[in-house]
Nanobody, 123 residues
Framework: QVQLVESGGGLVQAGGSLRLSCAAS????????MAWFRQAPGKEREFVAT????????YYLASVKDRFTISRDNEKNTLYLQMSNLKPEETAVYYC????????????????WGQGTQVTVSS
């Protein structure tokens, strides 16, 4: 398995931007599909975006597709999520995940998870 550590969360006003990072270690990062999920207070964790191990295929939750961009740097073993025009309802803990899968949106396809980073969007 790969170990994952997220960073970049924080407090931002509605309409603002943040870039999350996820540093990976422990195994060959480049063979894993990577994804971002989020969990808002009182809600189940939901899929946000995923990128294939060849960083050419991506898939997004419909509501973020035009505002978020997932990317990866396999040389730096790092995954990113650039978020723009953030909304208060997107306040959540954001998690990165790794799995030997392909453009999967289900949690059970990912075997490694980070501890999460808090994103708070104020209105």
């Amino acid at each position: 398995q790969v170990q994952l550590v997220e960073s970049g969360g924080g407090l931002v006003q509605a309409g603002g931007s943040l870039r999350l990072s996820c540093a990976a270690s422990g195994h060959a990062f480049h063979v894993y599909a990577m994804a971002w999920f989020r969990q808002a207070p009182g809600k189940e964790r939901e899929f946000v975006a995923t990128i294939s191990w060849i960083p050419s295929d991506t898939y997004y939750l419909a509501s973020v597709k035009d505002r978020f961009t997932i990317s990866r740097d396999n040389e730096k073993n790092t995954l990113y999520l650039q978020m723009s025009n953030l909304k208060p309802e997107e306040t959540a803990v954001y998690y990165c995940a790794a799995g030997r899968t392909y453009v999967a949106t289900s949690e059970d396809k990912y075997e490694s998870w980070g501890q999460g980073t808090q994103v708070t969007v104020s209105s």
